[in-house]
């Protein structure tokens, strides 16, 4: 039990495109799931909690209108990473936690998306 | 304000050698802890968590880690290292102090494991 999915596993496109994840709890109910970007060598940062029908917590730093993050169900997280550009580049993990969990249930990660700008 | 130490970036054992990644943390209210395993360009999996009770915790794959709050550590063991061992591991300590911080994790900068024949 606990699988996430996330797809694509794999994006590769031009400047200035508009890419979206999408990150599904397959087997329970996620009211909070997490969306992280790891650098090559480097350990998880995250970028922002998203809280289903509710607006997302950005970490200090990143931008909002940058990282758009839709969680309109218990199972599905999107992130939209808008007018991307090759400094976007980067691996993105979410990860999801059981709804009703206590902060000590574990976060259950996506396999995670390789984004590539060129 | 939490966080979470990995000393030694890279580790190297031998096949059937004693795995000992250590972890330390830094937390202002007594802390859940959890160690995560990564394959190259894959996501994270749970090994084990501690959070209450017993201090001694087994995970997945033979894997176990001793919280031991006099010293902060929460380092992992496994008696013997198997080649299938090799990856990134990552421990993270997690904030649960109540109101909106919904359980944030904050890991630790990883350890490559690398498990020689």
Not at chain 1, 45 to 63: F, I, P, R
Request: hydrophobic share 35%.
């Amino acid at each position: 039990g606990a699988v996430v999915s996330q797809h694509p596993s794999w994006v590769i496109c031009k400047s200035g495109t508009s890419v979206k994840i999408e990150c599904r709890s397959l087997d329970f109910q996620a009211t909070t799931m997490f969306w992280y970007r790891q650098f090559p060598k480097q350990s998880l940062m995250l970028m922002a909690t998203s809280n289903e029908g509710s607006k997302a917590t950005y970490e200090q730093g990143v931008e909002k209108d940058k990282f758009l993050i839709n969680h309109a169900s218990l199972t599905l997280s999107t992130l939209t990473v808008t007018s991307a550009h090759p400094e976007d580049s980067s691996f993105y993990i979410c990860s999801a936690r059981r709804t009703g969990g206590v902060y000590n249930q574990p976060q259950h990660f996506g396999d995670g998306t390789r984004l590539s700008i060129l | 304000a939490q966080s979470v130490t990995q000393l030694g970036s890279h580790v190297s054992v031998s096949e059937g050698a004693l795995v000992l990644l250590r972890c330390n943390y830094s937390s202002s209210v007594p802390p859940y802890l959890f160690w995560y395993v990564q394959y190259p360009n894959q996501g994270l999996q749970l090994l084990l968590k501690y959070t209450t009770g017993a201090t001694l915790v087994k995970g997945i794959n033979g894997f176990e880690a001793e919280f031991k709050k006099s010293e902060t550590s929460f380092h992992l063991t496994k008696p013997s290292a198997h080649m299938s061992d090799a990856a990134e591991y990552f421990c993270a300590v997690s904030d649960y102090a109540g109101g909106t911080s919904y359980g944030k994790l904050t890991f630790g900068q990883g350890t490559i494991l690398t498990v020689h024949p």
